[in-house]
């Protein structure tokens, strides 16, 4: 559908917004809003939740299903001037100003009375302007982007309270506000609804995903087949012609030493065993003396100790070094393929087997290694049987992995779409005004 533009436009004195209709007006927002309770942060969280007592939003509650009672944090703390003020009121909006800079709610009924912290700033609109049109307004992109382009701190991003309130808005007249903001509301959430439907598709696909491989590595290809106890509770019924072995009958651990130029290696969660440099280099700790360094070579198998219980788990795609945290295993014989034994254990792993066989130093960190992975039992098909296997998984995950990438790509054409709407109306460039009046 495509929308009229205004009849006149007029310079808006602001760089970014460009021309406006002719008969809108723009102001900075502490103009909008309510002089005796201006804009401001709110207090530091003061302790624990307990539970009870006063709720205080934080910006993570600024989300549309985050905005209630059960999500906010409460404190008993007697809250003294000037604290007081930032108390919430139902209609004023609550504007994230650290961590998901620019997120912008109505305050809802049910916290009335409510405080905020200092990552969160209380905005009371008043003087004669909607409150749904400046969430609106506060949510286009290039209001969002004017006022992130100014944010300020090295390690999380802030607002400063200065420049939200002089960020300067569009203004249309109030009837026009009362149109613009429930056609943004209707339409925005059909979108939104549309984008859930395509994420609730991804994971189901994900889900698949996982069952195939499942079904595959366990019962293999053949649904006529036979099925015997396996006495192993993670792994079930297998095939009545697959071996059962342990690890130690099937793997040896590598110590070999790196070489001079080796990079670094590392086994991801999604099961990709590579250069780090191939996927990002932020997030390590780099060790100033190399000391314990392993080499791993390309087609190892792969298990990262720390993390194997969340699938870090694979085959190395590099040749490179690793840190002593890794297990290397290689086949002590013909017929095992590192790429099936790969799937095996990161289906282990995913049914949080090694959570339970293996001691933890902290909550969800056991530390997998090779003393631990001798002893697991695991299927062994006949090796002509493992490749199928293989062949069978790619095909099956390929094209799940496809009708993912097309599904992500109409959500992120879908957030294009919802995007350009409120930008469009929010600075004047459409006129919804005839199409939201036969609408309504």
């Not at 969160?120 to 949510?139: E, F, K, T």
Request: glycine share 8%; hydrophobic share 40%.
């Amino acid at each position: 559908m495509t929308f009229p533009r205004y009849e006149s436009y007029k310079d808006s004195g602001v760089e970014w917004l460009g021309q406006v209709p002719a008969h809108w007006s723009v102001a900075p927002l502490q103009k909008l809003t309510d002089p005796d309770r201006p804009i401001m942060y709110g207090i530091v969280l003061p302790g624990p939740d307990v539970g009870e007592g006063i709720p205080i939003l934080k910006g993570g509650n600024v989300k549309p299903s985050r905005m209630n009672l059960e999500s906010a944090a409460r404190t008993t703390l007697e809250i003294e001037a000037p604290y007081a003020r930032a108390r919430l009121r139902e209609g004023d909006l609550v504007y994230s100003i650290r961590g998901s800079i620019g997120d912008c709610e109505p305050v809802p009924a049910q916290l009335e009375g409510a405080n905020i912290t200092q990552d969160v700033a209380r905005v009371a609109i008043a003087n004669g302007v909607q409150s749904r049109w400046a969430r609106w307004a506060l949510l286009a992109p290039e209001v969002r982007d004017d006022l992130a382009s100014g944010s300020l701190g090295a390690a999380v991003r802030g607002i400063n309270i200065f420049d939200l309130k002089r960020a300067r808005l569009p203004v249309p007249p109030v009837p026009e506000q009362i149109v613009i903001a429930a056609f943004l509301d209707r339409e925005t959430g059909k979108i939104d609804a549309l984008v859930a439907e395509q994420q609730r598709l991804i994971e189901l696909l994900k889900e698949k995903r996982q069952a195939v491989i499942s079904h595959a590595v366990t019962k293999g290809l053949n649904p006529c087949v036979p099925l015997k106890e396996s006495g192993v509770e993670w792994l079930g019924a297998v095939p009545a012609g697959w071996r059962l072995e342990r690890g130690k009958f099937l793997y040896s651990k590598l110590e070999l030493e790196p070489e001079a130029g080796d990079g670094v290696v590392t086994s991801f969660r999604d099961g990709q065993v590579t250069l780090r440099e191939n996927r990002r280099t932020d997030g390590f700790t780099l060790a100033i003396l190399e000391v314990g360094y392993q080499r791993v070579r390309k087609g190892d198998l792969v298990i990262h100790g720390m993390d194997a219980f969340a699938g870090a788990i694979g085959v190395s795609e590099s040749t490179g070094k690793c840190t002593p945290e890794y297990s290397v295993l290689e086949p002590v014989r013909p017929g095992l393929d590192n790429n099936y034994f790969a799937l095996v254990l990161r289906l282990m792993a995913l049914r949080d087997y090694i959570l339970v066989i293996c001691p933890s130093v902290r909550e969800r960190a056991p530390r997998f290694r090779y003393e631990s992975f001798k002893d697991v039992v695991l299927p062994v098909p006949p090796h002509e049987e493992q490749r199928a296997i293989l062949e069978r998984v790619a095909s099956e995950v390929a094209r799940l992995d496809e009708l993912a990438v097309e599904a992500k790509r109409a959500i992120d054409l879908l957030h294009e779409r919802r995007t350009a709407l409120v930008s469009a109306l929010v600075t004047g460039q459409i006129d919804v005004r005839e199409v939201a009046g036969r609408a309504a």
